[in-house]
């Protein structure tokens, strides 16, 4: 499993900076930002050591879902 910015924290390590991750690992969402179904794909992201952001992710409530 790969070592999360939250344990980075946990172990107190202050200069981690995770690995580089395609956006081909992680779906992107199509929740609207600040939405509670954002903020829970974002504390899933967090907790499995991905990118918290991904280049497909709705920005906007414009922004239909993308295709992949």
Known sequence: ????VLDAIR???WDFEPDDIS?????????LPG???KIS???AR???GLPLWHGRDRLTY???PRER
Do not use: K, W
């Open 1 to 4: 499993m790969q070592r999360s």
């Open 11 to 13: 172990e107190g390590d």
């Open 23 to 31: 956006d081909t690992v992680h779906p992107a969402t199509p929740a």
């Open 35 to 37: 939405t509670h179904e």
């Open 41 to 43: 794909v974002l504390a």
């Open 46 to 48: 967090a907790e499995r």
């Open 62 to 64: 414009e922004d239909l």
